[in-house]
C-alpha cells in the first residue's frame, strides 16, 4: 500500500497525511552516525518536515549539539535528552539504537532527507487543499478575490520548498537585467584575499585563511522618519521616537513583525512632508525609501493584463523621497501624479475576549442612547441580528423604534416539594424549603437548611438572583458594560475593539454602518457622526480592515457648537460591509467603478520642511515593509562589505558567497552592475538610463555575470544553514570569501538567556567557521550610540553593538566613518576613513576611501 493510502475498506476521509516514517528513521540515524550526513541532512529539511513529534525532538538535539561542536552520536543524544527530561517522549534509549540500525548507509542521508521534505511539501499541500476547499465552500467575497487567497496559499508552499538557497551572479542577472529593463522602458604578490583598496591590502598583506573580519558602522544612515510619528503595534499605538529593538510593529502584509534594529536620534536633516491623496501626511528626511509604483509600471502592467486571463499587478519600486519628489508627476502633457503606494493588508491580529458583542457595540455607537442600552432604529433587521446573538430586545414605552437591550434572563426558581408535607411549591427565595409558615417551624426537624445561594461570578453570597450586586452593577447589564469599557456618555471605540481579530472588526464595521452609515449615489460607502473621537476610531477601523478613507467636515444644526460639527468618513470597497439588507443590496446595485484604484494611495505633494529629529527602525520582515501614520501607510526600511566581494570574485576570480539577511539578491546585483559600470543607481531605480548607460551596462555584463559570487537571501537565516552552505561551497567551489550582511539580524532559532548571549555565539561560530573551511569570514555589525554622544563622532571598539564577545573573537576589527554625515559642509564631502582599530596579525591604522554613493560603492585612492 502506497503512502497516503487509505486502509482496505476505509473511507476517503479516513486517510493518513502524506509521511514516509522509513525515511525519517534512516535520516536521523545517518545524523547519528556521520557528522558528513548531518552538514547534507540541514540544507534539506527542518525540524517541522518530520512527521512524528519524536523524530523532530531528535533532529532538534542532534542539530543543537553539532552547532556547538560537541560529539554526535547515540550516547550523547541519549544524555541530552536525558538532561532536557524528553528521553521517554521518544522511546527511551532503544529507539535511538533502533534509528541506528535503521539506515542501510549514512552515505544515503542526503537522499532520505529529499524524501522527507519531499513528503512534508505534500502534507503542507494537503492542508492548502483543506483550507482552499473551506474558501470554496464559505464562498465570502469575491469570485476573483477568492482565487487570488487560493493561488496565494498554494505559492506559498512552492516558496517554502525552493525559495531558500544560494545562487550564482549568472543566474540572477538575468531577472536583474529584466528588472532593470522593465524600469527603463517605462520611464604585487598577496598571499591573502585582495579587497580591492590598495592601502588596506598593504596594511594587512590582503584577508587570510581562518581569520574573521567585522566591519561596523552606524545602522541604516540616512533613512528616517520624524519622532512624533505614530507607529501601529498590535496593541494600540507608539511613536517612531519611543519604539526600541525588540518591540513589535505590524508589517505591510497586516502580520505582526519584530523591531530588529534602530538608529539613534539624528538631526539637521533635510526633510520633507510627504502628503497623500486621502489628506495623510508623513515627515520624513530625503534618503527615507518608500515601495511605490510609477504610471509606466501600472500602465506595463495593464497591457499585460490585456495580453493574458491572470492579473499581474505593478511591480513597485524602492524609492527616497528625495527620488519621489524629483519625479512627483509624469514628464507628459497632462502631469498626472505618477507614485502611488499599495494600501497595507488587513491586519491579521487573534481574537480577543471582548466584553460585548462588537455588532451590538458598532450599533450601539451609531444609533443608541449615549445613556444607557438603548437602541433607535426603524429596521427591525437590527433587533433580529442582536437577537441572534443571543441578547434580549425589548419596545421601551410607546415607541416602536426605541428598543432596549439585556442580556438574557438566568433561571430563575423551579417548583419543589416541601420538605415537611410533600405539596409542591415555588420558592421566592432559593435557600426556602417549606411550602408556608406552618411547615417552617418543623422544618428543622426534618432535614438540614438548603444553603443559601451565590453569586455564579465571584461566589458571594446573593438572594433570590444569580448573580450578587456588585456584579451586576460592574458587568451583570449590558449598561453596566458599556460603562466598564468606557463609552457610556463617551462615545467612541475602545482600544482593544480596535485591535480584535478581522472577524471581530468587520462585525463592528457591519453594526456601525448598519445604524449609521448610507451607500453615495456613486457606490462609495460614508459614515457620518457629530462626535470627532467617534469618527478618529471609525477611520483607524477602515485602514485596519484593508480601505483607504477620506474624511470631510460639514456644519449640521446642532444643540452646542461642539455638535453642530459633522465628520463625514467616505470610502470604497467591492466587499460586503453591511448586514443590513436593503444597504447591503444599495451598496451592490450602484457599485464603485473606482474600486479598481481604492487598492493604494497617490503621493499629491512632497514639499521640503523645517528639518526635525528624524530615526530609523528595522523590521525582521522579508519585505523590509511596517506601516506609519494614523493612516497606515507602508513604508521601507552594507556596502563596503559587497565591494570586498567584489574585488575578490570580479577582479580575481576567487570563489565568494555574500549571505543578506537584509537586502534582495535583485538589490544586491543592481548595486554590483552599478558599481562596475558606473551607471548611477538611482538612474536604474528610476527608469532614467540614457544609450551611453546601457552600452557601460553591456559592456561589463558579462564580465560580472561571469564572476564566481555565489547569493544567498533567505530569510531569518540561522547559524547553522550558514555554516552547511558554506562546507558544500568549499567542497563544489573551492570558497575563498564568506561576507554575512549583517551579525544582528541572525536567528538562532532557539531561546537564549539575552541578545547579547545570542550574539555572542554567532561571533563564536562565525570564528569557528574561518578556521575549519581556512577561509576569511567578513561580518557586518552595527555600532551602538556611542559615537553620536562624542564631539569627533569618530568610532571605537568598545561601541560594538550588543556584544563584547565580537571584540574578542575578531582578527581584525574595521569601523566605517564618514565625516560628511554629521558635518554638512566638511571639507573631506565624499571620503570614508576605514580604521582598522584591531589587527591581531599587524598594525592598526587609518585608511582613506572615496565613497561614491550615486554608484553604491567604496573607491580606492591610492595611485595606481
Known amino acids: ?40 541532512v540541514v540544507e534539506i529539511v527542518r525540524s517541522a518536515d518530520f512527521h512524528r513529534p519524536a523524530h523532530q525532538t531528535v533532529y532538534d538535539t542532534v542539530v543543537d549539539l553539532f552547532s556547538r561542536g560537541e560529539p554526535v552520536d547515540a550516547v550523547s543524544v541519549n544524555a541530552e535528552l536525558t538532561k532536557r527530561g524528553e528521553i521517554t517522549r521518544i522511546g527511551g534509549a532503544p529507539y535511538l539504537h533502533t534509528l541506528t540500525e535503521a539506515v542501510p548507509t549514512a552515505a544515503n542521508a542526503g537522499y532520505y532527507a529529499r524524501i522527507v521534505a519531499d513528503r512534508a511539501v505534500l502534507r503542507r499541500l494537503v492542508e492548502v487543499g483543506t483550507r482552499i476547499a473551506q474558501i470554496g465552500y464559505a464562498g465570502d467575497g469575491e469570485v476573483d478575490d477568492l482565487v487570488d487567497r487560493a493561488q496565494a496559499e498554494v505559492y506559498r508552499v512552492a516558496e517554502k520548498r525552493t525559495g531558500e538557497d544560494y545562487l550564482p551572479l549568472s543566474e540572477i542577472m538575468p531577472g536583474a537585467l529584466d ?27 590582503g584577508l587570510h585563511p581562518g581569520q574573521m573580519v567585522i566591519i561596523a558602522a552606524r545602522p541604516a544612515v540616512g533613512k528616517a522618519l520624524a519622532l512624533d510619528t505614530p507607529l501601529p503595534t498590535p496593541g494600540g499605538w507608539t511613536t517612531m521616537g519611543e519604539v526600541r529593538t525588540g518591540d513589535t510593529l505590524l508589517s505591510a502584509d497586516g502580520t505582526p513583525t519584530r523591531v530588529v534594529a534602530s538608529t539613534a536620534v539624528m538631526a539637521d536633516r533635510d526633510c520633507f512632508e510627504v502628503t497623500f491623496d486621502d489628506g495623510s501626511t508623513i515627515v520624513a528626511d530625503g534618503e527615507h525609501q518608500w515601495r511605490t509604483d510609477t504610471r509606466a509600471s501600472r500602465r506595463a502592467a495593464q497591457e499585460v493584463r490585456a495580453r ?49 458583542s462588537p455588532y451590538l457595540l458598532g450599533a450601539w455607537l451609531g444609533d443608541g442612547h449615549s445613556a444607557g442600552a438603548r437602541i433607535t432604529t426603524a429596521d427591525p433587521e437590527i433587533v433580529m441580528y442582536l437577537e441572534a446573538e443571543g441578547f434580549v430586545v425589548r419596545p421601551v414605552g410607546n415607541a416602536t423604534i426605541s428598543y432596549g437591550v439585556c442580556f438574557p434572563a438566568g433561571s430563575g426558581p423551579v417548583e419543589r416539594p416541601c420538605v415537611v408535607c410533600g405539596r409542591s411549591f415555588v420558592p421566592k427565595l432559593p435557600h426556602v424549603r417549606t411550602c408556608g409558615q406552618s411547615c417552617g417551624g418543623k422544618a428543622r426537624f426534618v432535614s438540614a437548611p438548603v444553603a443559601h445561594a451565590t453569586c455564579v461570578d465571584c461566589g458571594k453570597r446573593c438572594f433570590g438572583q444569580s448573580r450578587c450586586r456588585e ?39 457591519a453594526g456601525l454602518l448598519d445604524t449609521d452609515g448610507t451607500v453615495t449615489r456613486t457606490g462609495a460607502v460614508q459614515f457620518a457622526v457629530t462626535s470627532k473621537a467617534l469618527a478618529e476610531g471609525f477611520r483607524e477601523l477602515v485602514h485596519s480592515l484593508g480601505y483607504r478613507c477620506g474624511t470631510s467636515l460639514k456644519r449640521v444644526n446642532g444643540r452646542s457648537e461642539a455638535s453642530s460639527t459633522c465628520y463625514v468618513v467616505t470610502f470604497s470597497t467591492p466587499d460586503e460591509v453591511f448586514r443590513l439588507e436593503r444597504k447591503k443590496s444599495a451598496h451592490k446595485e450602484r457599485g464603485d467603478r473606482n474600486y479598481p484604484r481604492v487598492g493604494a494611495r497617490f503621493i499629491t505633494d512632497v514639499r521640503p520642511v523645517r528639518s526635525v529629529p528624524v530615526r530609523c527602525v528595522q523590521v525582521d520582515h522579508p519585505d523590509h515593509l511596517y506601516l506609519a501614520g494614523r493612516s497606515m501607510i507602508p513604508t521601507h526600511n552594507s556596502t563596503l562589505a559587497l565591494d570586498f566581494a567584489r574585488a575578490a570574485s570580479i577582479k580575481h576570480q576567487l570563489t565568494s558567497v555574500f549571505f543578506s539577511l537584509e537586502m534582495g539578491r535583485n538589490e544586491i546585483v543592481m548595486r554590483l552592475l552599478s558599481a562596475e559600470a558606473r ?28 564572476a564566481p559570487l555565489f547569493i544567498d537571501d533567505s530569510p531569518n537565516m540561522s547559524m547553522m544553514e550558514i555554516r552547511a552552505k558554506c562546507r558544500r561551497l568549499k567542497q563544489q567551489h573551492d570558497l575563498k570569501l564568506v561576507v554575512v550582511d549583517y551579525l544582528q539580524l541572525m536567528s538562532s532559532g532557539s531561546r537564549v538567556e539575552s541578545r547579547q548571549q545570542e550574539v555572542s555565539e554567532f561571533s563564536r561560530s562565525l570564528k569557528l567557521l574561518a578556521k575549519e573551511l581556512e577561509v576569511p569570514v567578513i561580518a557586518l555589525s552595527q555600532l551602538n550610540r556611542g559615537p553620536e554622544q562624542r564631539t569627533d563622532k569618530k568610532p571605537q571598539v568598545s561601541d560594538l553593538r550588543e556584544s563584547g564577545s565580537i571584540e574578542q573573537d575578531a582578527d581584525m576589527v574595521i569601523l566605517l ?35 561614491q554613493g550615486h554608484y553604491s560603492r567604496f573607491v580606492d585612492m591610492a595611485p595606481g
Not at 184 to 197: E, K, L, R
Not at 317 to 326: D, G, H, K, M, N
Not at 832 to 850: C, E, M, Q, S, Y
Request: proline share 6%.
Open 1 to 40: 500500500m502506497s503512502v497516503g493510502e487509505p486502509p482496505p475498506g476505509e473511507g476517503g476521509f479516513e486517510r493518513a497525511l502524506p509521511s514516509d516514517i522509513m525515511a525519517e528513521q534512516c535520516v536521523l540515524g545517518g545524523m547519528l552516525l556521520s557528522k558528513e550526513a548531518i552538514t547534507q
Open 179 to 205: 528588472e532593470i529593463e522593465a524600469i527603463s522602458a517605462h520611464d604585487g604578490s598577496m598571499t591573502g584575499v585582495p579587497t580591492g583598496f590598495t592601502d588596506f591590502d598593504a596594511l594587512s598583506n
Open 308 to 356: 493574458r486571463s491572470d492579473r499581474p499587478r505593478a511591480v513597485a519600486e524602492v524609492r527616497t523621497t528625495r527620488q519621489i519628489a524629483e519625479t512627483l508627476r509624469c514628464a507628459t502633457a497632462d502631469r498626472r501624479l505618477n507614485h502611488s503606494v499599495r494600501n497595507a493588508a488587513p491586519l491579521d491580529l487573534p481574537e480577543q475576549d471582548l466584553p460585548l
Open 471 to 509: 456584579c451586576i452593577t460592574d458587568h451583570g447589564t449590558v449598561t453596566a458594560v458599556l460603562r466598564k469599557i468606557g463609552v457610556l456618555g463617551d462615545k467612541h471605540i475602545p482600544e482593544e475593539y480596535l485591535r480584535g481579530s478581522l472577524r471581530q472588526r468587520r462585525a463592528l464595521l
Open 679 to 706: 551607471v548611477p543607481l538611482h538612474t536604474m531605480r528610476s527608469g532614467l538610463m540614457t544609450d551611453d548607460d546601457w552600452t557601460r551596462l553591456a559592456r561589463r555584463m558579462g564580465e560580472v555575470a561571469s
Open 817 to 851: 566613518y564618514r565625516e560628511d554625515v554629521h558635518e554638512k559642509e566638511s571639507p573631506r564631502a565624499g571620503e570614508a576613513d576605514l580604521i582598522v582599530a584591531k589587527h591581531r596579525n599587524g598594525p592598526t591604522a587609518t585608511v582613506t576611501v572615496a565613497f
